[in-house]
């Protein structure tokens, strides 16, 4: 077997707590390779690279942009596949990020984290570290996924939540269940995917990210020169209010009149492609949004970064392909 390739990038996997202070080992040491080794002895040869060493709170464009290039510059013949350690704060946005730019790969390429780090009660580290080590071992899958107590496709993973630091599944609950409740075969995953991005990207290009709630006042969003687009995360009916009876201010469609007259577009994600849409569903399309259909809020932000950013391929194709399975499709 091949080497496994480690990139290292902080989060709390390359932590260790000092005076109940959790913060990334300064001399980023490999720990979850050495307690592998411990564990279950040199079968496996590591190369190790320590590529950031940041809390994954404090990622960003120049962390993606790092990712991006080092994993550009890796000669796939040499390694059976490649372990990526994250954070796991931002360990969905990322892997949204990787799993589209990185579709075509051909070798696995699994984005693991930890919730403690490695050594301390309780740390599922070295298990998602094993988990995939054992994946690659088999050499079943090819490409990017995320692993975190269980493989999920990287396009889909809904961030933890705050109470039991679980993470969700945009769409079907399960990788794992293939056919069934993924809507993704194993045949679908292991079919080659045609490379659409080989150059490094620069972030310049933001995106400005508005969730919605009741009683939203969209006067509060001034899109600037750097704005390059905005991305509405609507009501899971993908709705969002109209009403302009108690103010054009609070009504979405008022807003992305305001953004067009500025020649920025407004993207609501979410949207289902079947009918029949609510009236005001109607109204937001007809007030010249554009909809990104069933792919989950994080993966069209990171999806409309990627668009904005790179320079091989239209913006309107980007956006208009369905890049690695961010769009969760029905039958
Ligand atoms: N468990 C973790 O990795 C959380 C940490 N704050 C991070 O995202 O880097």
Known sequence: MKKILVLFTGGTIGSITT???????????????????SAYGDDVEFECRQILNILSEN?????????????????????????????????????ALLGMYFRHFD?????????????????NGLFNFTSAVGLIKEGKYKGVFTLYERVMLPTRVIPADTCRDRFGVY?????NDFSVFSGVSENMLSRPRERIFHNDVKFGKRILFIEGYPAMD????MPNEDTAAVLYSPYHSATACTDVSKGKSYALTEFIKRCITKN?????CGLKRKVPIYSTVAEIIKAGSIPIYTTSAVA???????????????????MGKDLFFEEVKFS
Request: proline share 3%; charged share 20%.
């Open 300 to 318: 069209a932000y990171m999806k409309l970064l990627l668009a904005y950013n790179q320079e091989e391929m239209p913006v309107k194709e980007v």
């Open 218 to 221: 969209f006067g509060c969003f």
């Open 171 to 175: 769409g079907y609950d399960g990788f």
């Open 59 to 95: 990622m960003g464009f120049s962390g993606w942009e790092k990712m991006i290039h080092e994993i550009n510059s890796i000669d796939t013949a040499l390694y059976s596949g490649v372990i990526l350690t994250h954070g796991s704060d931002t360990l969905a946005y990322t892997s």
């Open 264 to 268: 920025i577009m407004v993207y609501i």
């Open 19 to 37: 005076d109940g202070i959790i913060d990334v080992e300064r001399e980023g040491k490999y720990a979850v390779v050495e307690a592998y080794k």
């Open 107 to 123: 070798i696995p390429l699994f984005i693991i984290a930890s919730n403690k780090p490695i050594g301390e009660k309780g740390s």
